[in-house]
């Protein structure tokens, strides 16, 4: 069992920062992979920010300058610091990790709770 449990979010203005984390923890597992999605009312859950499978950061478009992914390999942990936040990037923010397990042969998704970001004009 892997557990990924998600802190930070909260409600600001325009132009502020947010900064999100994300920890997995459980026995038995390796981190393949971690990255951020979110999902606006209405909209499709969408990626904003990954690690490539060589290890470099991804983002979305609309995101791109303004939102920065960090990883610490050690602790099992991402970070999403978010900047110069706008109202278009009001969502419910999930963490995702790909996790091979000892005993699997294919990795297996596991997702964060969600927490809600919400930013106001």
């Known amino acids: 069992q892997v557990q990924l449990v998600q802190s930070g979010g909260g409600s600001v203005q325009a132009g502020e920062s947010l900064r999100l984390s994300c920890a997995a923890s459980?026995?038995?597992?390796?981190?393949?992979?971690m990255g951020w999605y979110r999902q606006a009312p209405g909209k499709q859950r969408e990626l904003v920010a990954g690690?490539?499978?060589?290890?470099?950061?991804n983002y979305a478009d609309s995101v791109k300058s303004r939102f920065t992914i960090s990883r610490d390999n050690a602790k099992n942990t991402v970070s999403l610091q978010m900047n110069s936040l706008k109202p278009e990037d009001t969502a419910v923010y999930y963490c995702?990790?790909?996790?091979?397990?000892?005993?699997?042969?294919?990795?297996?998704?596991?997702w964060g709770q969600g927490t809600q970001v919400t930013v106001s004009s």
């Open positions: 459980g026995n038995g597992f390796s981190i393949y992979t």
């Open positions: 690690f490539t499978r060589g290890g470099s950061a």
């Open positions: 995702k990790a790909v996790v091979q397990q000892r005993d699997s042969r294919w990795p297996t998704d596991y």
